[in-house]
């Protein structure tokens, strides 16, 4: 086996253990492949395409008005904050920097936005100054990939545990759109909206 070769068996052995983790996942077994195949399998899974291109029409700068609601049909509360999206890794994934205020505080929140050519899943993953937990979400795209409904879960600060919640991105047009989250339905009440951010680009 040269050297190559063991390169892309070595990358595909990290990718199918996690790289690190615990679990008892295997490495992926790659015998009936050859190093032809696996580079094919490799590039594909590596360059960014149609599915990134369209994440990166995002990018820019953004102002945004975000409604929140604590409870349904409570009281809405409403922020101005605005947004800065760029390219990161050679356009692999698309990432955000919010600022603002929330809840009458200064407010500061990150996320990553990508898709995954192995899985074909949306994925985002998004952290802020109002906790110290992290937002992970997975899905897939409708209207021709101009909305993203991905379904993921946060930390329950209040009761402790998890809130399972869905994440919808919505294009409204190439310099508008719509994010909004769902808390999912419970055995005590339906499926309810807790916040509505509206993004227009400056």
Known sequence: ????????VAVLACLGSSCGSTGTSEAPDVSGLSEDEILVRMTAYMTPGAQQAQLLERVGTWSVRTSMWMEP???VTVAEGRAVLEPVLDGRFLRETL???AMGMPFLGEGLTGFDNATKQYMTAWIDSLGTGMVFATGTANRDGHELVLEGSMTDAIHGGVIHARFVTTRISIDEYRFEIW?????DQ???KSMESLYTRT
């Open 190 to 192: 339906p499926e309810w």
């Open 99 to 101: 600022s603002g205020t």
């Open 73 to 75: 049909g409570g009281e």
């Open 183 to 187: 808390m999912l339905a419970t055995d």
């Open 1 to 8: 086996m040269n050297s190559k070769m063991m390169v892309l």
